[in-house]
């Protein structure tokens, strides 16, 4: 928090300066990772290839002898003409050889860590060797600040049948990788140290350079008031982003009067706007279900039918009731600060749920109609839209490729009516959920996106609240709660 409280121009100061400094750092600390990572790889590749060489001698020397090649002579085969001591020295490289219950055989040296060579190898290592792909198992050591590789491979007869088990410790000498990391670590100490000093200097004359106009600019700026006449900002030399601030600075000024009377003016036109809007996707609303309600009437009328009348009366009071639902919007509109208007009865939540879901042909919306009563306070027209404008929007996220299936259900608990509405449609991600409620949010092709964000003031209206639970491509259940009186 200190920091903050610096001027811009110490700022500018401390930051050049310190990214100088830790790019030193860390460009050292690199480099000595990489050192680590490049001896490690370094040594075990050169053990790798001297390994693949001795393996060439040894299968030489079985191809040579005279002794049959079988694991009860191999100790004979390689003391024959000290053909280990050859390999050993020719290699630079001591050997020991194990039989495969790992008793040693043989071994090239004596005083090469001679201490770490036992004369009967771990269990472990043989059953590990065994189990391995490649047969072959590097075990790394450290004895006396040393640290050393041992190899463990086969010795196989020209039938791939293991003989016995060939060792080879290698010690790590890193005298001259060290030598030339120290080296280049000096060098680019070296080198960061006159940057460092470049970079203080620089900074310290560069931020002297931009402070000096852009104090002018602030001391003139704290000078500004919108209820009066401002000064326009003078500046002699200056860089091509201050002279661009200070023409910004002194348009503003020009057209800060002029702006204060358009914004007034602005606003009362946005507020127009936004309630042309909503009156235009509330009228929606209703108009789709009517729509579909006379294409069913047409489809499915049959002046013989016996209950021609009462499928008539029902298909009437449908449209009665959608139309009810657009009078009152229209009505509301008139009434500005009223829309849409709100009136509380005691009603039947289950009955008023079920009329509303009546205007909807789809059968893969589900509701248990043979619940029992819950009364409760709430507005019947607002009810049905809250109930109209979750089920389109669980249709219209369900996929044209997906069977579709919504489940409506009503509820009491602890005093609370419950309605859910829950989809199989694509669901709502992470990123999107903090948006469902904001008006003219939407995901769709088409559309306001305020059906979700009305929905939500009606039911905080009657002291409720609205939440969902989504879980992408599988779906997703809003669930609206009010109290029952």
Do not use: C
Request: charged share 25%; aromatic share 8%.
């Amino acid at each position: 928090m200190k920091l903050l409280k610096l001027s811009l121009r110490t700022r500018i100061f401390i930051s050049m300066t310190l990214l100088v400094f830790l790019a030193s750092i860390l460009i050292a600390a690199i480099t000595i990772y990489q050192y680590k990572e490049d001896k490690e790889e370094y040594h075990q590749e050169r053990l790798e290839r001297k390994e693949e060489r001795i393996q060439i001698s040894i299968a030489n020397v079985l191809k040579s002898t005279t002794y049959p090649v079988t694991e009860k002579n191999v100790t004979l085969i390689f003391r024959e003409r000290n053909r280990i001591y050859q390999i050993s020295e020719e290699h630079s490289l001591p050997i020991n050889i194990y039989n495969l219950s790992g008793k040693l055989l043989i071994k090239s040296e004596d005083n090469f860590v001679a201490d770490t060579i036992g004369r009967q190898l771990n269990a472990l290592i043989i059953d590990t060797l065994e189990s391995l792909y490649d047969k072959r198992y590097l075990v790394k050591s450290e004895k006396n600040d040393e640290k050393f590789l041992s190899s463990y491979t086969y010795i196989s007869d020209s039938r791939a049948k293991p003989l016995a088990i060939l060792n080879l410790p290698y010690l790590e000498d890193n005298d001259l990788i060290t030598r030339e990391l120290f080296v280049f670590l000096q060098r680019l100490g070296q080198v960061y140290l006159l940057m460092l000093l470049i970079a203080v200097a620089l900074a310290y004359f560069l931020s002297k350079y931009i402070t000096r106009s852009l104090k002018t600019i602030s001391d003139t700026i704290d000078q500004t008031r919108l209820d009066k006449r401002n000064k326009r900002i003078a500046i002699g030399d200056a860089s091509e982003e201050i002279y661009t601030l200070v023409n910004a600075y002194n348009s503003m000024i020009d057209e800060l009067e002029q702006s204060a009377v358009m914004l007034a003016k602005s606003e009362r036109e946005a507020a127009w706007r936004e309630m042309a809007k909503q009156v235009a996707h509330e009228i929606k609303n209703p108009l789709t279900p009517m729509r579909l309600t006379v294409q069913s009437f047409q489809r499915k009328f049959d002046h013989n039918d016996p209950n021609v009348y009462q499928k008539v009366q029902e298909y009437s009071d449908t449209l009665i009731q959608q139309i009810d639902t657009m009078s009152s919007i229209a009505s509301a509109f008139s009434n500005f600060a009223q829309m849409p208007a709100q009136k509380s009865e005691m009603l039947d939540v289950v009955k008023i749920v079920g009329l509303a879901l009546d205007i909807f042909n789809e059968d893969y919306i589900v509701f248990p109609s043979e619940k029992e009563k819950i009364i409760a306070k709430f507005d019947r027209t607002q009810l049905i839209r809250v109930v109209n404008n979750l089920i389109k929007n669980g249709i219209q996220a369900i996929p044209e490729d997906r069977t579709p299936k919504i489940i409506v259900d009503v509820f009491s608990e602890n005093g609370e009516v419950i309605i859910t509405v829950a989809d199989n449609g694509v669901g709502i991600n992470e990123e999107n959920k903090k948006k469902v409620f904001e008006p003219k949010f939407t995901t769709k092709t088409s559309g306001m996106g305020l059906g979700l964000g009305m929905v939500k003031n009606i039911v905080e209206t009657y002291n409720g609240s609205i939440t969902f639970t989504s879980q992408e491509d599988k779906g997703t259940v809003f669930k609206v709660r009010f109290p029952r009186e």
